[in-house]
């Protein structure tokens, strides 16, 4: 008898080799194994065992052979065992769980298994314990570590031991929470939470002083006390996540608030220009749709998960993408998510920043690489078990992101205009329609997720914020919804569970009907005990909420079950303005629609001019053009990220069209495109961009060499101009400080005025206010470190022909050119970072000039007068060209004496914006000058056979090998 | 000619997969595994058995394990009997993982697995573009290649092969593809043109008949020549190279 079934691979594995290879130790074996609740007879041991393991390449260890088969491989001294803490969610243990049951049936039956992995080494214990911390995160798995010799006794002894949820029995159904209370003890409750009877806190409600207070006057004037759901439901709602307070608030003099003045503004404005349908769904849904072609629209959606992926990078990361795949499921009646997009703000992954976050060196970050490497792990197994293909994306390094990691994940949709004869964008739950929660169960994942993003990180985050993706889960839910029901028309409205969960799903979708009633009761869970109040918040992933005609609830829940995926009827829209939920019968909650909505007191916001400090590097003489050159070829934010988009499955579905990887050199482009339909040539661009360098020196062009590089791309790729939309994402920090309003308002400003120039309408957008890190650092000295406000812009258009597609390899013979002006705009940039510059400005995007160029560039696109372009990015032309030389491995032979520039490196590392390299075949010269009217395009040379980058300028050479270029380009960036 | 293309359950290039069925003359139907299992004797209309790649299971307890135990335990029986007639079978990639658990190949000994699926060398998972050879002249699916530039996107695709059942594989001719440099010579288990240290380069294994192919590149996504990563240099001709696989299966049945 024994209760575990441990599995070692008898090859070296893939993750061995890695392990081994990073701790120079060739003594490290993974044991893959599961500990079951209860105890196996030899028979089901056996069974068991062959349902869970390959007899080829893997053994089982038994009490009898577990010494001589692991004195195969070494002479282990230590053990790390690493379990997930109970509650959190296990793939593995769930997958193992399925296939035993269907494979046993009813010989044997209630059990629960978790999977564990054990690590055997040889080595002394400080190795051990790097290991440990390298290999688990404490928020989530326990982590034992003990000598070898222990490991085989619990063998002998059957001593391992799985950990169970236990929670107690329920105490109570709700609570009244008294708010008649003095201003200190309101505070207390906003921050840490309403209080149990024990004197512990449930944790922040992220509720200020005054909201609390609105909350009060609502129930003395109704005369009663509100229960505990009725404040945790009232702090979801209000939520900066999903309220987005500071972007409605009336801020200085702009009394209808940034949001309306400054991004609906500018899309509003543009719409009533244009007289086309391009735009067809904005701001209020999931996603942002606009018209794909005649029968089809794509959505798209951008979104954070920063908090999550500071605390569990792994499971912030993973539920950062398969969240916002379901922001497309849930958009219009169900939109097929097509491709995924990411972009990580990052410390440097090879720093050690020791940061902790309470005193005495009490409670760690997570090391920099360690957040760095669950992240991209992250996304790669939520996009790539979902079978979307994820090709567009970005890293970038800056220390002030140390604290705190921006991690956004986007997601590309399409669904047909129309549904049986109704336009697909359209839904409304009516009076009546049952509530169906359809997907996963629910457990005690992410509570207060919403509100805590809300706040800053500090030592009273709780762990419950963290979540860990089940991509299968949502897979075989998305099946269901995209090939079998959708199309059947057999939901009135569907949307997503995400932050503050059933809370926010069905209290947003009552708004079409009027309200609901929820029996909560009736909520399939993962493990008893769950008090109403977390059921209700709870933010369990992969489920979504429908509104179902009562008439079709047995045919939907049929088709869901059928397909192994849960369906559970739990409540109705009805037309009265009032949320209700019940529990067994007593009403939990009971509030009025429009104060659910609307009661939050409305913010009134100062701002003021913060004093700008330029910290500006000294500069570094005597150092040779071609050094220069590798040395930011070698920079984490210009090295090549090809080990990410190798990991990242760009091919699935079978839509990629332009590749994340460039060229015959594989260079990692800026901007992807998909051909999402097998019979019609329309293709999809994708491209991103952030400034976060310039955001302290100026808010307002950090915004608009965000939009400009993110629609510049698209242009350059093939884009059609007219057919480019674009989204916000703000991560911002200390958003209660008039000077960070400041820079809030001044972007925000300068979004309008790009966005209306460049008429590329928003169509979506997220903000995450609170990106501040509190803690203390390693001299266990106070310490504060916020993010540099940084806004992502994704630009997604329409490219509409194959043919108008461009590449970024130059050919042979031709002529080399630079669109755009090259002026002196070196401040914050890659080379400036590095090398320092002397009398330098920030870029400054001249729209009206940058606009003409586009529109000169898209007809000469369409003319076919390009062999290659490429968009100007970090690192200037220069890095420009060489990129395009490794791509195409063509020499190239720049020769700039023409140009009278002022300085080579001025010329060749400003980052000025709007520029584009393209390479010209002779014969089409003379056109492509006559197009152009020959300003703002400067000939600076010719592509050739050789195999070397040469620079020329009057009497200076520069020439270095392409290959040499690569190395550098190619190099690892050390940590990942 | 009629394909059954299998999903369900993370399994995830079915559309892409019967696309390219339909492309070259078939008509075809996507079955979720349990309409299939609930009525295995549908697979008598079809002539192909298509296992796209995807992620069954998420990959957990092994890449293909946790599917192949299901067929093995619904759906085996009718499984073997359509092996048994004149028809074909595909796995891509999780397909692949898939067939290899279940034992169907290289099927020397029906019933048991013979060889395994491991995690790539490096222990990342790769998705790019590689160049095969066709190393068996007999598999219809196959027939007259001589080499392929197909991507793969796997976490674990090293064929494990113990030596006593590779004999048997090297004599009987069972390997379908390997892996090859751009000399067109075998990779020799070198990154990347071996993108995950397979055994001899082994990129493919067929069943003793060629019927039963397992591949681990996908070459539904190398369909259309816009699929290549250098179709803008090469824009003369209409399909890429996996074109070729289901056009094969297509010439085998007229």
Known sequence: MTNTIQILSVEKTGREASLQEEYKNKSIKIIDGYLFSKKLDNRKFKQISRILSNQVSQKILTKDNVVKVLSNYSNFNWVVEINFLPGVTDNLGSTAKEIISDNLKNSFKKFHLGSTKIILIKGNKKNIYNISKKEANPLIQTIKIYPFKKYIDFFKKNKFELQEVKLINKKYIKREVDLNISDHELNMIGKLGIEEKNKSRRGTLGLDIESLKTIRNYFNKIKRKPSDVEIETLAQTWSEHCKHKIFSAKIDNIKEGIFKKYIRGATENIIKLRKDNFCVSLFTDNAGGIEFNKDWIVCHKVETHNTPSALDPFGGAITGIVGVNRDCLGFGKGAKPIANTYAYYLAFPNKDYQLFRQKNKKDPMLPASYIANGIISGVRVGGNCSGIPTPQGNIYFDDRFAGKPLVFCGTVGLIPKKIKGKLSHKKKANSGDFILMVGGKVGKDGIHGATFSSEELDPNSPVTAVQIGDPITQKKLSDVIITELRDKDLYTSITDNGAGGLSSSIGEMAKESGGFVVDLEKVPLKYPGLYPWEIWISESQERMTLAVKPKNLKKVIKIFNKRGVDATLIGKFTKEKKAIVKYNNIEVLNLNMDFLHEGYPKLNLKTSLPKINILRKKQIKNVNLINKLHKLLLSPNIVSKEFIATQYDHEVQGTSIIKPLQGKGRVFGNSTAIKPLFDNEKTIALSQAAFPQYAETNPYQMAACSIDTAFKNLIVSGANLKKIAILDNFCWCSSDDPERLYQLKEAARGCYDYSVAYQTPFISGKDSMFNDFKGYNKKGHPIKISIPPTLLISSIGIVDKISYLTKITPEVGDLIFIIGKTKNQLQNSEYEKIFGFKKTNLPNVEAKESIKLYKNFEKANKLKLFNSALGVDLGGVGITLIKMGIASNNGLEIDLSSLSISSIEQFLFSETQSRIVVSIKKNNVIKFKKLFGNSNIFKIGTCNDSNLITFRNKNKIYCEKIINFEKSYKQKIKGL | ?254
């Open chain 2, 1 to 254: 000619m009629k394909v059954l293309v299998l999903s369900g359950y993370g399994i995830n290039c079915e559309t892409e997969t019967l696309h390219a069925f339909e492309v070259v003359g078939f008509k075809g139907k996507i079955v979720h595994i349990n309409d299939l299992i609930d009525n295995p004797k549908q697979l008598n209309d079809y002539q192909v058995f298509a296992l796209p790649g995807g992620f069954s299971y998420g990959d957990d307890t092994g890449s293909g394990n946790a599917m192949a135990k299901k067929i093995m335990n619904n759906l085996y029986d009718a499984l073997l009997n359509f092996e048994s007639k004149d028809k074909l079978i595909i796995g891509i990639c999780n397909g692949c993982q898939i067939l290899v658990n279940l034992g169907i190949v290289p099927g020397i000994n029906i019933n048991n697995p013979e060889i395994a699926m491991l995690e790539n060398s490096n222990g990342v998972y790769q998705c790019r573009w590689i160049n095969v050879k066709v190393s068996n002249d007999y598999s219809p699916w196959l027939n007259k290649i001589n080499t392929l530039h197909l991507p793969v996107a796997h976490q674990e695709g090293k064929f494990l092969i113990p030596s006593n059942i590779f004999k048997i594989i090297q004599d009987k001719k069972l390997i379908g593809l390997q892996y090859i440099n751009i000399k067109n010579q075998l990779a020799s288990k070198k990154f990347p043109d071996n993108p995950n240290g397979s055994h001899n380069d082994i990129a493919a294994i067929t069943n003793k008949t060629g019927k039963v192919i397992a591949m681990m590149p996908h070459p539904e996504r190398a369909l259309y020549y816009y699929h290549e990563p250098e179709w803008q240099n090469n824009k003369n001709r209409k399909f890429a190279d996996g074109f070729k696989i289901f056009n094969n299966a297509k010439k085998y049945f007229k």
